[in-house]
Structure formats: C-alpha cells, structure tokens
C-alpha cells in the first residue's frame, strides 16, 4: 500500500477510536508489517511536529494514541464550558408538559399517555435540569417519579406551577377527537 494512503488510514483509524490502539491490531488490520506501520506513524508524527499541528500521536506501551497537543488544552476548555444550546423537541416539550401536569410522574405513565418509550426525553429532560427525580411510587419495583424543576419556571416564565395554562373543556374534547382518531389509524394498520 502507498505509504500517504496507509498513513490516511492510520490517521482516521486513531482518530476514530479515540483511545490507544496496539501495534499488532493496526499492523493485522491494514494487513501490513510491524515495522512499516511504526515507521509510518513516526513519519505522521514528525509531519505533525513540523506543521505545528493541534494534534500529535503518542505512545502508550506499544499502543499509539491520537491526542492534543498540551498548548491547546487552555482553548479546549474555554469551548467546554460555552453553555450548549439546548433544543426542545416535540417529543421533548411533549413530555415537559406530561410532567408538568402529571406530577409526580412514573416513566410507565408518560409511556401509557404517549404511547411510546420515553426514556431518552425524560433523560434528556433531566439534563436540561428542567425535570428531575422528586422520589419513588410506593409499589412494586418502587419506579421513580419525576417533577419539574426550578429551571423549568424559570424557563417558561412561571412563578409556580398552579400558573401553568389550564385546558379548557373545548381543548380536552379536541384533544379526545385526536387520540380517537391516533386510535382507529392504528387499528387500521
């Protein structure tokens, strides 16, 4: 194999498992000698050096590891800690309000209202810090149960939870009309 092409490789296989990877594994997975993955990983090395690149590869007890370069680790943080921006999905703003309203709140109950698993949007909630767990239901398995959060006011101009929108007899009987229809679509599948 041409070496820039075998050091292409080496670079997307190092940088793709993120932690070291031994001699013997690149050498068996590119099908190539010892040696010649060696050297071309001190040549990748080198070119890294000279460019002054924000990377480099290490040694690790006969394994090599792609890493950065310890200059740039003060910048690394600095985007580390830049707040993520925090996107609410339907899924997400739907199981919001099932907490909201429902609290406290089993997982199995957010699942039986929305019919689906819902366990990714009650974790992603909790990260957001806009619910969290606010104990466990006296019952078998003892399930957690969930509430909302400070955050959550905050977040949607609420000073406590009694503030939040009422749904008036005209939504509730659109809201019937939905699921009824949700219900025969699905029987008709």
Same mark, same amino acid.
């Given at each position: 194999m041409? *070496?820039?092409?075998?050091? #292409?490789?080496? +670079?997307?296989? !190092?940088?793709?498992?993120? #932690?070291?990877?031994?001699?013997?594994?690149?050498?068996?997975?590119?099908?190539?000698?010892?040696?010649? &993955?060696?050297?071309? &990983?001190?040549?990748?090395?080198?070119?890294?050096? $000279? +460019?002054?690149?924000?990377?480099? *590869?290490?040694? !690790?007890? #006969?394994?090599?590891?792609?890493?950065?370069?310890? +200059?740039a680790y003060d910048y690394l943080i600095r985007i580390a800690k830049q707040p993520k921006k925090q996107v !609410?999905?339907?899924?997400? !703003?739907?199981?919001?309000? *099932?907490? $909201?309203?429902?609290?406290?709140?089993?997982? &199995? +109950?957010?699942?039986?209202i929305r019919g689906v698993k819902s366990d990714h949007a009650v974790n992603k909630l909790v990260e957001y810090n806009l619910a969290c767990e606010v104990g466990r239901l006296d019952a078998p398995g003892r399930p957690l149960l969930f509430g909302t959060t400070e955050e959550f006011l905050r977040r949607f101009s609420v000073q406590k939870l009694e503030d939040l929108p009422g749904i008036g007899p005209e939504q509730m009987e659109s809201f019937k009309e939905e699921a009824e229809d949700e219900a025969k679509i699905q029987l008709h599948v």
């Open positions: 041409e *070496i820039r092409k075998l050091e #292409g490789i080496i +670079e997307a296989i !190092l940088f793709t498992m993120g #932690g070291s990877v031994e001699l013997g594994r690149l050498a068996g997975a590119l099908e190539e000698p010892q040696e010649r &993955i060696r050297e071309a &990983i001190a040549a990748m090395q080198e070119r890294y050096r $000279a +460019e002054d690149r924000g990377i480099n *590869i290490v040694e !690790l007890e #006969g394994a090599y590891q792609m890493c950065t370069k310890p +200059e !609410l999905t339907d899924v997400l !703003l739907e199981t919001l309000s *099932i907490i $909201a309203y429902k609290q406290p709140v089993t997982k &199995i +109950e957010i699942e039986k």
